[in-house]
Structures are given as structure tokens and as C-alpha cells.
């Protein structure tokens, strides 16, 4: 009886907690996570739960999910970490181990390492998959790939998974940018989707499964825990005033904003910030002018940005930029701020900055052919570019690609 109460208490202090501080924002949106604890408890009880999460899955009162439902007294028997780490104190690309979390004494799966699919072992003291994980909106972003293989995996282990679902943070709206090419499937690019897709990692999930992108005999036992009072209109500003970085390098959401279209500039010899304050909102290198660059960036009329020159030094990061481009070196460019975010095309705006370097800078600029290749699912985009083809035709050739996307995609809103 004593613990029935206790328990009933947190969950009374929970909803509290969690009603005051949305009384704070614009508009109230509880994520998947808030519904679990206050509707749905009975989903994980008398289960061995196995958490995909990092830093920022987190209730409204800053307190994880794992801590959360260890207080609640659910048996928590595994949590798997993503790229940067289960505490995200890992650089882009950093491999991680396997290790015990000091917190609570469960072990932490590395889906990161030399797995990025949860195996048969990291499954055999798990009776249900909770995935509670901010993505932001990008096909590059590999939180997306990580869900991909959970939802392999379950299904082949015969487990069931449940995404806690969180809103797209640019919007439920946005689509852009050219198709994957499923030749050049990686884990940066890992299912037949545009660089921006507007679906939220729960409608994601149903894509993977009911379209068979998961390549699997049978479907998963998937269930989808929606957000109350999220509409697909919304930016994440809209409603929440609170960003926790996603990875260390999107530290806050106007990094977000960008991030689709200046993601394509790690691709290149250019630097895209890192190392910096402002990563994938600076771009530059010790050869840009900053002045030419942005005049020839002005030419094209580009709505719902301000771009100004810039000047910074890139710095190796522990934790967030290792070999870092131009490391200690002065790079001049340019400063993007989204000044209009319902009008602003972070993909278009992506294309234009690398049609206008590909121009001015004929014999420094270069692409990394593979890295670019990969980010942008095809190779077409970089021979465009380097043909010199007008970014507002290139950008024109992809709609019709995303047309036949959007019709696919209606079918899987949540929203």
C-alpha cells in the first residue's frame, strides 16, 4: 500500500510539474513521454523496458526518462544510446562503447559502435522497446537510421517497440531537397526520403514499417504514443521556449533552422562552422572574401535570411569537433540568421551558397566527392553544381520527386 502511494504521489507531482510549466508557453504540447506517464503506465508495468534516449529525452521538469520511470518503479533493464552518447558528451562520428551508467546502474547498449543495430544479447532482458529521441527534421540526421534499425531489430526478436513521438522542430510541413538515391544508402541517408520530410520520428516509424523499408518478412509490434496538441504548422519555438541540444553541434534551434541546407557544406573544403559557437551558421574559409560572397548570395533574392560577413578561427572541441577544418586558422565568410522562418527554404538557401562558392572560387573550392555524395543521396546534385547549372533549375528538377514523396507520405500523418 505504501508503495502504491509513493508511486500515485510522483505521478500526481509529475502532472503538477508538467501543467505549470506548460502554462508558461505559448501553446501547451505534451510529447509522447508526458502521455506514457500520465495516461499509459500499464504499457510498461510488469515489463522489462529497454529505452533508446539521450539527453533529450526529457519530461518538461528537466528530469530523463530513465530517472523518471526508475522512480516510478518500472523495470528499466537496458538503455541504448545514439550517435554522441546516451549524456550526448560525444563529438560527430566519435565511436562509443558499451559501459554501466553511474546514475542508475543499467547497462548502456552503444547503437554507435560497432553495432548500429540492437543484437540478439542487448535484447534478451527486454520485453518492450521505449524510443524517446528529439530528431530535428533532416534525413542526415542518424537518429532516423537508429529508429530504422530498432524497428528491424524488434522485428526480427520478436519484441515490441513503442516511439514516444516528439514534434518536427522546423515544422511538420517542410519537405525539400532531392531524393535519396537508394544506391547511395548509408547511415546518413538510409530510406528513400527528401533532405527535409516534415514527418515526425512516430510517423516515420510507420513509413519504415508499412512501405517495407525495413526489408522485413513481417511487420513490428509497433505502437505509436502521439503528442497532444501539436499541430504540423508548428515551429518548435511556437510552443516551447526551452532547447536542449540535440547533439553538440545544433546547441540551439536556429542551428535547427539551418542545419539542412549548411549540413551539405561538411561535403566541401569549407568549413560549416564547427569549432566555433555557431556551428552551420558560419560558413567560411581562409579564401573566401566575405563581401563577394555575399553580394553574389543577394543576387538571388533569397527570402527569410540576413546574411552578414563574418570572420572566426575553427577550434578542436572536446566533445564536439574533433579534426576540425581549418583548425586555428582565420576563416572569413558569412553569418546566416533566419529572420522569417515560415518563408526561409534551408535546403534552396544550402543550394544557392554552394552554386555561388562554386562560382567564385572555380580552383580552391572542392567537394569531397563521397562525403557530399552521401548528404545530398545522389551524385547528380554535385555534377550539377559543378556544372555551373542555375540553382534555381536545379532546385526546380526535384519537385516532382517530391510530389510523388508527398503522395506516399499523406498516408502515414498523425497529424
Known amino acids: 500500500m505504501i508503495k502504491l502511494l509513493t508511486t500515485t ?6 502532472i503538477v510539474t508538467t501543467h505549470c510549466q506548460l502554462d508558461e508557453s505559448p501553446i501547451a504540447v505534451k510529447f509522447g513521454v508526458q502521455v506514457l506517464i500520465e495516461k499509459h503506465l500499464d504499457k510498461v508495468r510488469n515489463k522489462r523496458i529497454g529505452i533508446v534516449t539521450n539527453q533529450t529525452g526529457v519530461l518538461p521538469n528537466g528530469v530523463s526518462i530513465i530517472d523518471t520511470l526508475v522512480s516510478l518503479d518500472v523495470n528499466v533493464t537496458a538503455i541504448f544510446g545514439l550517435e554522441h552518447g546516451f549524456r550526448s558528451n560525444n563529438a560527430a562520428g566519435e565511436k562509443i562503447n558499451d559501459y554501466i551508467d553511474d546514475r542508475t546502474g543499467i547497462p548502456v547498449y552503444s547503437l554507435y559502435g560497432w553495432d548500429k543495430k540492437p543484437t540478439k544479447e542487448m535484447l534478451s532482458n527486454v520485453d518492450v522497446i521505449l524510443f524517446d529521441v528529439q530528431d530535428i527534421g533532416a534525413r542526415f540526421y542518424t537518429y532516423i537510421s537508429t529508429l530504422f534499425y530498432v524497428l ?24 525539400d531537397g532531392p531524393m535519396l538515391d537508394t544506391n547511395y544508402t548509408s547511415f546518413i541517408g538510409i530510406a528513400p526520403l527528401p533532405v527535409t520530410h516534415g514527418l515526425t520520428l512516430g510517423e516515420l516509424a510507420n513509413l519504415f514499417v508499412e512501405e517495407n523499408y ?5 511487420k513490428p509490434d509497433l505502437e505509436i ?19 536542449i541540444p540535440t547533439s553538440p553541434n545544433i546547441p540551439k534551434f536556429e542551428t535547427a533552422l539551418v ?27 581562409p579564401f573566401i572574401n566575405s563581401s563577394e560572397l555575399i553580394d553574389e ?7 527569410g535570411v540576413e546574411i552578414n560577413p563574418v570572420s572566426f578561427i575553427p577550434k578542436d572541441i572536446p566533445g564536439k569537433s574533433i579534426n576540425t577544418k581549418f583548425s586555428d586558422v582565420k576563416c572569413n565568410g558569412v553569418n546566416i540568421r533566419v529572420t522569417n522562418k515560415k518563408i526561409f527554404k534551408s535546403v534552396q538557401f544550402g543550394i544557392y551558397l554552394l552554386s555561388a562558392l562554386t562560382k567564385l572560387y572555380p580552383d580552391k573550392f572542392k567537394f569531397n566527392n563521397n562525403r557530399f555524395d552521401l548528404l545530398a543521396g545522389n551524385s547528380k546534385l554535385r555534377y550539377e553544381l559543378k556544372a555551373g547549372i542555375d540553382p534555381a533549375l536545379i532546385v526546380k528538377n526535384w519537385q516532382k520527386d517530391l510530389s510523388e514523396f508527398e503522395s506516399i507520405r499523406k498516408k502515414y500523418l498523425l497529424y
Not at 525495413?214 to 513481417?218: L, P
Not at 566541401?268 to 558560419?282: A, M, V, Y
Request: glycine share 10%; hydrophobic share 35%; aromatic share 14%.
Open 259 to 285: 542545419y539542412p541546407g549548411t549540413c551539405l557544406i561538411e561535403g566541401t573544403n569549407i568549413s560549416e562552422g564547427r569549432g566555433t559557437d555557431s556551428p552551420f551558421l558560419k560558413i567560411g574559409a
Open 297 to 303: 548570395l543577394k543576387s538571388e533574392e533569397i527570402d
Open 214 to 218: 525495413i526489408f522485413t518478412k513481417e
Open 225 to 243: 504514443i502521439k503528442c497532444e496538441g501539436w499541430d504540423r504548422n508548428y515551429f518548435w519555438d511556437d510552443f516551447s521556449n526551452t532547447w
Open 152 to 175: 528491424q531489430s524488434v522485428t526480427e526478436n520478436g519484441i515490441k517497440v513503442i516511439v514516444l513521438d516528439r514534434p518536427n522542430p522546423i515544422s511538420g510541413t517542410y519537405i
Open 9 to 14: 504521489f510522483l505521478i500526481l507531482i509529475f
